[in-house]
């Protein structure tokens, strides 16, 4: 299995394909489906990887395929500023797991 980092952001492209991880560059919305889509369809990635400007651009769609399907993995990462939102992941867990938690 592999992991796939796709992204519109070309310094978190470069980042990460120095870590060894593969990439692609989307230079628009259009592309960054496309891209998501195929990797979807593709059994040998394991992992894809998305920053969360991109996540949120594909928002209703990742969460789609996580309720349905149990691979690939799919991970968010910030970006260079970090999360935007202040309690993302107290966020993500509340719409995973249907519970507040405080």
């Known amino acids: 299995m592999i992991s796939r980092v796709i992204s519109r952001d070309d310094e978190f492209l470069v980042a990460l394909r120095m ?5 692609v560059f989307c230079s628009d919305t259009e592309a960054l489906n496309t891209q998501f889509d195929a990797a979807l369809k593709d059994k040998n ?4 990887i998305l920053n969360e400007k991109d996540f949120r651009a594909l928002e209703e769609k990742v969460l789609a395929v996580k309720e349905k399907k149990r691979s690939p993995f799919i991970c968010t990462l910030p970006g260079r500023d970090g999360y935007s939102e202040e309690d993302f ?3 993500y867990v509340r719409d995973a797991i249907g519970v507040k938690l405080d």
């Open 19 to 23: 870590s060894g991880f593969e990439g």
């Open 45 to 48: 990635i394991g992992m894809i």
């Open 89 to 91: 992941i107290m966020k």
